[in-house]
């Protein structure tokens, strides 16, 4: 069974093909015959309930200079195509936003989107911790100053983080006696008119920060464990961190299947749990990666598991 599948990306020239999980599902997907598109969000437009898009046909290469051939730009409905994958990367602005409302528009006439435009909007990677409290460390999400100093006070090392940020941006590591400690809180709520995150710091990070994925509400055998360099507290690479593939752990594992069935029954077909020790600390729905390291480290084909599961999830 071919399928012809579209991908709302970022820009291609700016995909890396070295690590981007993007590129790997594409490439996966081509090699078994499938259609590969892609959509640039600006080209969405709602006519009525018909969603319209500028569609890029390629065909994905091996090399990487460049990844891909391209075969020109066609006015397209997305009920055209037999599944859309919305991996665009955040900022999860309102730009954002309407487009999930777009693509929710889509899926209610009938056409498969992964992940679900409602689960994604509804889904704060970073609040939607605080429905699993048991899974999760002191965690605090507020703007008012008064109960962040609180928290601090309570657990004297604390992480704040804002609650749009991604690749580990605006992330700070704050003690009770941190004489930046007011600055900080200042600085990241805006003078209390934006909310931020408090959660007591987990030492193991010293480990990584383990990025675990859920592929149709099953785990993968592998995380990406993305520890800090000498002197950091995040882990994220795209600040620097390294990653190092690894199995999952008992607790890993138990997290996993405990968020699996729950998220996969809400449209989530991928997720990436971020883990520390054996605590949940974010639930990433937008557009989670790691697939390239995970395979090359492992040999086990992330790609593939979840071109398997996007096959099943086509004929459901």
Same mark, same amino acid.
């Not at 909310?195 to 987990?202: N, P």
């Given at each position: 069974m071919n399928l012809r599948l579209a991908f709302i990306?970022?820009?291609?020239?700016?995909?890396?093909?070295?690590?981007?999980?993007?590129?790997?599902?594409?490439?996966?997907?081509?090699?078994?015959?499938?259609?590969?598109?892609t959509i640039q969000r600006q080209t969405m437009s709602l006519h009525g309930?018909?969603?319209? +898009?500028?569609?890029?046909?390629?065909?994905?290469?091996?090399?990487d200079a460049p990844w891909y051939v391209p075969h020109?730009?066609?006015?397209?409905a997305l009920r055209e195509f037999d599944a859309v994958l919305m991996?665009?990367?955040?900022?999860f602005d309102f730009e954002y936003i309407t487009a999930t409302w777009m693509l929710e528009r889509a899926a209610a006439a009938g056409v498969r989107v992964f992940n679900h435009?409602?689960?994604?909007?509804?889904? #704060?990677?970073?609040?939607?911790?605080?429905?699993?409290?048991?899974?999760?460390?002191?965690?605090?999400?507020?703007?008012? +100053?008064?109960?962040?100093?609180?928290?601090?006070?309570?657990?004297?090392?604390?992480?704040?983080?804002?609650?749009?940020?991604?690749?580990g941006a605006r992330i700070f590591r704050v003690r009770a006696d941190d004489a930046n400690r007011n600055v900080i809180i200042e600085t990241l709520?805006?003078?209390?008119?934006?909310?931020?995150?408090?959660?007591?710091?987990?030492?193991?990070?010293a480990q990584g920060d383990k990025r675990v994925l859920l592929i149709d509400g099953e785990p993968v055998p592998y995380c990406l464990a993305r520890i800090p360099k000498a002197g950091e507290t995040r882990g994220n690479l795209a600040a620097?961190?390294?990653?190092?593939?690894?199995?999952? #752990?008992?607790?890993?594992?138990?997290?996993?299947?405990?968020?699996?069935?729950?998220?996969?029954?809400?449209?989530?077909?991928?997720?990436?749990?971020?883990?520390?020790g054996d605590r949940l600390t974010e639930i990433n729905v937008t557009s989670p990666t790691c697939f390239v390291e995970i395979t090359e480290q492992t040999g086990f084909d992330v790609a593939a598991m979840f071109l398997d599961a996007l096959e099943r999830a086509t004929t459901r």
């Open positions: 990306v970022d820009p291609l020239d700016k995909l890396k093909p070295a690590k981007d999980s993007s590129i790997a599902m594409m490439r996966e997907a081509a090699r078994r015959g499938h259609e590969i598109w309930d018909e969603v319209m +898009v500028g569609a890029v046909r390629i065909q994905p290469q091996r090399g020109g730009t066609e006015p397209r991996r665009q990367d955040p900022p435009p409602r689960a994604i909007r509804d889904h #704060s990677e970073k609040v939607s911790i605080c429905e699993f409290p048991e899974l999760i460390t002191p965690t605090l999400v507020s703007r008012d +100053v008064a109960a962040i100093n609180a928290f601090i006070d309570t657990h004297a090392d604390c992480i704040l983080k804002p609650l749009d940020g991604m690749g709520t805006e003078d209390g008119a934006r909310t931020l995150m408090a959660q007591r710091f987990i030492p193991e990070i620097g961190g390294r990653g190092v593939a690894q199995p999952l #752990s008992e607790s890993d594992l138990a997290i996993a299947r405990k968020l699996g069935p729950v998220l996969a029954a809400r449209g989530l077909l991928l997720v990436g749990l971020d883990v520390i």
